[in-house]
C-alpha cells in the first residue's frame, strides 16, 4: 500500500509541474498573437485615451511576467477573471457551458467502449472470418474519416435529405445523435482495433493454453484469462480519452452548434478572450493530468507486474 501512495504522490507532483508549465505556455502563446483584444472589442472609433483607459483596467498595460503572476495568483484562490469580451465572471461561464459538453463527450465515450469492446473480442475470437475482416474493413474507413468531413455527412443525410433529425442545438435527446455520432465513430475504430490486437496477443500466451489444457470452457477461458488482461490497456486509453474528447469536441460543438465548452473556446480565441482561454485549457489541462494519474492507478491495481515493478524501484 506504501508504495502505490507514494507512486500516486510522485505522479500528483508531476501533474501539478505539467500543468504549470501548460499555463505558462499558454499565456505566452496568447500574449503573442497579434492584434490587441482591447481594439477587437472596443468601437474602432474610440479614442486614444480610451484604449489606454481600458488596457489599465484590464491590467494589459503591464509586463507579462507581472500579468501571468497575478492571473496565477487569482487562479490559486479560485478566481479565473473576468471575460474581455461580456464582462462575465470566466468560471460561470465555464460552468454553464460544461454540463453540456460533459453530457455530450461521456455518451459518446460510453457508447464507443460499450460497444467497440466486445466486438474486438469477437472480432479476435473469430480470426479471418468474414466477421473478422469486415471489423478491419469498417474500422479503417472510420479512421480514416475527419470529424468535421463525417458531421457534416451526417447532417446532409439524416436531417437535410431524410428530416429524421435537428441540424444543430441541444433541444433534446434527438439532438444528441448526430454530434455523438460523430465523436464515437472514428474512436471506436480505433478503440476496437487496439482491444482486437490485445486479445489476439494474448491468445498465443502459455497461460491461456495452459487453461484450455486444464479443461476449463471457452468461456471461462476468454472472460478470466483473455479478456481480464485485454482490458489494461483499453481501460488506460478510457482515462486518457476523457480530456482528449473534451479537448476534441471544439469541431464537433462548433458544426452542430452546440453550446459548450469547445464552442466558447473557439468563439474565445477568434476575438483573443485571453481569461476565457485560459480558463478552459487549464481546466483540460487538469482533467488530463487527473485521467491520466487515475488510469495509472488502475492499471497497476489491474496488471500484477506493475506492482512489483514498483516494489523493485521502492527497494
Known sequence: M????????????????????????????????????????DNPRASEETIERLRKEWGLDKPFLVQYGYWLGNVLRGDLGRSITTGQSVTSLIAGRFPFTLKLTLTALLLQYLVATPLGLWAAYKRDSWFDKC????????????????????ILVFSVHFGLLPV??????????????????????????????????????????????????ERAVMIRHVLRNALVPVTVMFFLAVPWLIGGSI????????????????????VQDFPVVQGIVLLIAILTVVSTTLGDLLTGLLDPRIRVELRREQA
Open 2 to 41: 506504501g508504495d502505490f501512495l507514494a507512486f500516486t504522490a510522485k505522479r500528483l507532483f508531476q501533474g501539478a509541474l505539467v500543468v504549470l508549465t501548460v499555463s505558462f505556455v499558454l499565456f505566452s502563446i496568447m500574449h503573442m498573437m497579434p492584434g490587441d483584444p482591447i481594439q477587437l472589442i
Open 135 to 154: 471489423c478491419v474493413v469498417v474500422t479503417s474507413v472510420l479512421r480514416a474519416i475527419p470529424f468535421f468531413w463525417l458531421g457534416i455527412l451526417l
Open 168 to 217: 444543430s442545438g441541444a433541444s433534446g435527446p434527438a439532438s444528441y445523435i448526430l454530434p455523438v455520432l460523430t465523436l464515437m465513430l472514428p474512436r471506436l475504430a480505433e478503440t476496437l482495433r487496439i482491444t482486437r490486437s490485445e486479445v489476439l496477443e494474448i491468445l498465443r500466451e502459455k497461460h491461456v493454453a495452459t487453461a484450455y489444457a486444464k479443461g476449463l470452457s
Open 251 to 270: 469541431i464537433t460543438e462548433t458544426i452542430f452548434a452546440w453550446p459548450g465548452m469547445g464552442r466558447l473556446l473557439w468563439k474565445s480565441v477568434s
